[in-house]
């Protein structure tokens, strides 16, 4: 059948496509976490960009070199690595010691991500499988408290551990927004991560029943304690605004391999993070419940999507 | 491309002449013909296809035979006017009809359009109705419904006599069969139901107005619809609605979500094409052989309601069973989860894969089974 010019490429259908891609969603990713980045490095100075660009540098030379000793032709042009790393660092003091950050960062990618086949085959959330394997590790490195000595300001939830509600009655809804709190460095930035989440809800680069479980399982859940008990425990706003529940809502907890993926799964599982949080900041030791609370999820996830509709035409 | 919105159609219906040279594609099919052979119009030549000219067989491949135009003494068409009921389904089915089994209760005229951009269905409805009607008395005569429904997408203007309408809601995939016999009925794969496509009224009129199996169908190409003969090479009407091709561009027959790439411009069309596109090199993320990562865009698109992602994983580790655990046979091969994929994966290529790989495994154990 000549003659053969031009020539014509072959492929399957659908030949159209929405636009979307791997690519282009970390970017938008990247993109609503740009805010909290700035403020992040507004509030702790240079320490942060420190931070943050080991944390990232050092996410992609691993991704590249675990490639490499895969064999495998590397996608860390997809960006996903480098928000890993990223959303390592926001869960760092901005005083973590370099060796820690480049540990965590490479434990991020090579155990949460690339032992696993690379994107997509996790079953956990990458950044967090970084930062539990380093606050057990070296837990006053981790700890939010020692970055203190730094700095003038506070640490609401460890306040609410030792001190009790009446501590933290002082602060503001607003400076929790604004970020003037301690924790990680970009996790504690709430009001501008929250712009991030809505931004990627609205261009529907996240499962937005994942964040709309988890914020909802904080607040009831933190509510009934509350009402139960006021003297005891703090009440809901304050346990949605400090650490990492706003990041852990919007960017944690919405990984695209380690949720859930119809609707129904993804609110439920949304909401059993969100209650987690709560329980393991009021009965446990650990001062923000976000991430282990976000960990005990990702392994509820492939029960969770066992639920699912009759297939069309089934009865 | 705007997927979700209806289509305005261009222009008048147009006529292309007929070409001098027919390419007939052939599935897979080695027919008993050799080159050189003289074909009148309206031979089969195996496997359900049927020579549209007259002419001489000057290349048989097992993908298409050509035939270039010449007089060849033409068997006298097929008296359909005195058939009814069975008879006349056997001999619409000789001619390459293949319809389904009936009889049927409710007999439904599928008229929206089958894939986005394609406005043949309308134009058929309107310019060629007289043909449709004969195709609708047909089918009625084969099917013997009590309720013969046509639907059309909302706000369309077109209707048959003899039919109800339907309004089906706008936007791809409703216009598919199994959706629209449910948007009409309100049952999932309801029994008693048959459903053609204006397409196929068009294709029943033709077999009973000429005596001959169709050899016609109307295309949409840019902002024109063509008929044309089956087996008219691409380029031809790509030349004719101005469609300029380059190196790496893709040429789609049928439609852009469930189509088939050519690789030859010289492919000739199939009595099933009602579309042709030109998808200008670059214009959509390339397709990827990359894993799924799990985004979920896929599943609340799909129709089915089954889940590509899984399904396809399976696929790609031949794990073919699996596929069926998960309910691959619910799916419409509708292309919707491919068109989705942020990966970029050969969604629809996987579940097409599978789907094939179970059939022949159910054949195999058929086989067996006989056997022993
Ligand atoms: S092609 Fe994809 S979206 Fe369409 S029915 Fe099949 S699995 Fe579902
Ligand atoms: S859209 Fe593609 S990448 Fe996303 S879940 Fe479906 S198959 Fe996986």
């Known amino acids: 059948m000549e003659p053969l010019t031009p020539t014509l490429t072959v492929s399957t259908p659908p030949f159209a496509h929405c636009g979307k891609t791997v690519n282009k969603r970390m970017r938008a990713i990247l993109l609503a976490m740009l805010p909290a980045a700035a403020l992040a490095v507004y509030h702790f100075g240079m320490d942060a960009v420190r931070v943050m660009s080991l944390a990232t540098a050092t996410a992609v030379i691993a991704e590249f070199v675990s490639d490499m000793v895969m064999g495998r032709t590397s996608q860390v042009d997809d960006l996903h690595g480098f928000t890993v ?51 057990l590790s070296w837990a006053n490195h981790m700890d939010i408290d020692a970055a203190m000595l730094t700095s003038e300001l506070t640490y609401p939830l460890s306040q609410l551990k030792h001190f009790g509600p009446q501590a933290v009655a002082g602060f503001s809804l607003n400076d929790l927004l604004v970020g003037r709190q301690l924790g990680g460095l970009g996790a504690v930035q709430t009001g501008a991560l929250f712009i991030g989440g809505i931004f990627l809800s609205m261009r529907k680069h996240i499962k937005v029943a994942v964040p709309v479980g ?45 949720s859930p993926m119809r609707k129904i799964p993804a609110l439920l599982y949304g909401l059993l993070a969100g209650v987690l949080v709560v329980i393991i900041r009021v009965y446990g030791v650990y001062p923000d419940g976000v991430p282990y609370a976000i960990l005990l999820a990702n392994l509820t996830s492939p029960l969770l999507d066992r639920i699912k509709p009759k297939p069309f035409g089934r009865n | 491309m705007k997927l979700f919105e209806s289509i305005v159609r261009q222009g008048p219906l147009t006529t292309l002449p007929e070409p001098e040279t027919v390419r007939i594609p052939l599935s897979c099919h080695r027919p008993d013909i050799k080159c050189g052979q003289k074909m009148a119009r309206g031979i089969h030549i195996g496997g359900g296809y049927y020579a549209p000219i007259s002419g001489t067989v000057t290349e048989v491949h097992p993908t298409y035979i050509c035939i270039k135009a010449e007089a060849v003494d033409e068997p006298s068409p097929r008296d359909m006017g005195a058939l009814s009921g069975n008879e006349l389904r056997t001999a619409l089915n000789d001619m390459g009809a293949g319809l389904p089994e009936g009889p049927a209760q409710t007999l439904i005229i599928n008229g929206v359009e089958p894939e986005p951009g394609v406005t043949a269905f309308a134009h058929m409805l309107d310019e060629l109705s007289r043909i449709v009607q004969l195709g609708l008395s047909t089918a009625q005569s084969v099917f013997s ?51 053609l496509s204006v397409g196929r009224l068009f294709e029943l009129g033709m077999i009973m107005d000429t005596g001959l199996p169709c050899d016609k169908t109307v295309v949409t ?94 696929a790609e580790f031949r794990m073919y069973d699996k596929c069926r655990e998960h309910d691959i046979d619910a799916c419409m091969e509708c292309g919707m989860c491919g068109f989705f994929c942020i990966a970029r994966r050969p969604l629809l290529q996987y579940i097409r894969l599978a789907k094939q790989h179970l059939a022949q495994a159910d054949t195999c154990k058929l086989n067996d089974q006989g056997e022993g």
């Open chain 2, 145 to 195: 419904p009590n309720r013969t429904v046509l639907a059309v997408e909302a706000g369309a203007s077109q209707s048959l006599d003899g039919c109800e309408k339907a309004a089906i809601e706008n936007g791809y995939p409703n216009g598919i069969d199994p959706l629209v016999a449910k948007a009409i009925t309100g049952m999932e794969n309801p029994d008693n139901v048959a459903v």
């Open chain 1, 214 to 258: 988890m914020l909802a399982g904080v607040l009831v859940t933190a509510g009934i304690f509350h009402a139960s008990n006021p003297q005891a425990n703090a009440p809901a706003m304050f346990h949605l605004l400090t650490g990492s529940v706003i990041f852990g809502a919007f960017f944690l907890a919405t990984d695209s391999s380690s």
């Open chain 2, 221 to 314: 190409c840019g902002e024109t619809d063509f008929v044309t003969t089956v087996g008219t090479p691409v380029d031809l009407i790509l030349t004719t609605a101005h469609q300029t091709v380059r190196h790496g561009d893709t040429v789609v027959l049928g439609g852009l979500m469930r189509g088939e790439a050519a690789h030859s411009l010289q492919q000739g069309i199939s009595k099933d094409t009602y579309g042709l596109f030109v998808v200008p090199k670059g214009q959509y993320p390339p397709v990827e052989d990359s894993p799924c990562i799990g985004c979920g865009e896929c599943i609340p698109v799909c129709p089915a309601r089954i889940d590509p992602a899984t399904i396809s994983g399976y």
């Open chain 1, 85 to 135: 790393g990223l959303g390592f660092a926001f869960l760092l003091p901005a005083s973590a010691p370099w060796w820690l950050v480049v540990f965590g960062s490479t434990t991020s990618i090579v155990l949460g991500k690339m032992m696993f086949g690379g994107l997509g085959g996790s079953p956990l959330c990458a950044p967090l499988v970084g930062w539990a394997v380093c606050s």
